[in-house]
């Protein structure tokens, strides 16, 4: 975190919060909707066979959002970590600094952008689970 100044610091420690808690608000809002739309009310209304793939679409988005939302929390959580072991802010491939604009950007940044653009050339097959 060298590379990082004071003010820099602060201001994604506080980006990494309040996307934490962003994300969490965003997480128990879908939940309590999805429990309000739940699959059984949908498809307890429909009539037919096109009704009924339509309540699993939806049921399925809703699963998907909160999957995502999940996946973006524990991306932050992660960076939280990181800023606390003062581990924030270098390549977890190439150890290099992230430069502040990525992070400003994307504050759960773990990799510089050409370690990002490798790994995202990777056939999914091929991607460590890790990164």
């Given at each position: 975190?060298?590379?990082?100044?004071?003010?820099?610091?602060?201001?994604?420690?506080r980006?990494?919060?309040?996307?934490?808690?962003?994300?969490?608000?965003?997480?128990?809002a879908?939940?309590?909707r999805?429990?309000?739309?739940?699959?059984?009310?949908?498809?307890?209304?429909?009539?037919?066979?096109?009704?009924?793939?339509v309540?699993?679409?939806?049921?399925?988005v809703?699963?998907?959002i909160?999957s995502?939302?999940?996946?973006?929390?524990?991306?932050?959580?992660?960076?939280q970590?990181?800023?606390r072991?003062g581990?924030?802010?270098?390549?977890?491939?190439?150890?290099e600094?992230?430069?502040?604009?990525?992070?400003?950007?994307y504050?759960?940044?773990?990799?510089?952008?050409?370690?990002?653009?490798?790994?995202?050339?990777?056939?999914?097959?091929?991607?460590?689970?890790?990164?």
């Open positions: 975190m060298s590379h990082l100044n004071h003010e820099q610091l602060t201001e994604l420690t980006q990494v919060e309040a996307e934490r808690l962003r994300l969490r608000t965003e997480i128990r879908e939940l309590t999805s429990d309000s739309e739940s699959y059984a009310t949908i498809a307890g209304q429909v009539h037919d066979a096109g009704d009924e793939s309540a699993d679409l939806l049921s399925d809703n699963t998907a909160i995502h939302s999940i996946k973006e929390l524990r991306e932050v959580e992660a960076a970590e990181r800023l072991e581990r924030y802010g270098s390549c977890e491939v190439c150890g600094p992230i430069p502040f604009e990525r992070l400003r950007a504050p759960a940044a773990r990799l510089c952008l050409d370690d990002q653009q490798r790994l995202e050339a990777m056939s999914p097959a091929h991607r460590p689970d890790r990164l």
